[in-house]
Nanobody, 121 residues
């Protein structure tokens, strides 16, 4: 059974940092395009960044450029999202997705349940 589990979210003050993890079981993330999305209340789910199965990282969304960094773990089962200089506008549920392509939704995609990030003083 395939499962993606995000972790690392929480409450952080503006200017702070968090490191999100996406851990997979039942598949090798290295074989998939892995994306981070976020969804704030009342807003559509938005792509933050994606890495394809060759390890190439797509452009980061403008709203996180220079502050967020995606990386793959040493195993084939984990990816990370390092988030620095967080602002209240980064408050959202963050999801990871494993699929065939970056930026494309497909019925074969796997999603995690999300991890909440709240940036507030």
């Amino acid at each position: 059974q395939v499962q993606l589990v995000e972790s690392g979210g929480g409450l952080v003050q503006p200017g702070g940092s968090l490191r999100l993890s996406c851990a997979a079981s039942g598949l090798f993330l290295s074989n998939y395009a892995v994306s981070w999305y976020r969804q704030a209340p009342g807003k559509e789910r938005a792509l933050v960044v994606c890495t394809d199965n060759s390890g190439r990282i797509s452009d980061y969304a403008d709203f996180v450029k220079g502050r967020f960094s995606m990386s793959r773990g040493n195993t084939a089962h984990t990816v990370y999202l390092q988030m620095d200089n967080l602002t209240p506008e980064d408050t959202a549920m963050y999801y990871c997705k494993a699929g065939r392509w970056c930026g494309v939704f497909h019925s074969s995609d796997y999603w995690g349940q999300g991890t909440q990030v709240t940036v507030s003083s």
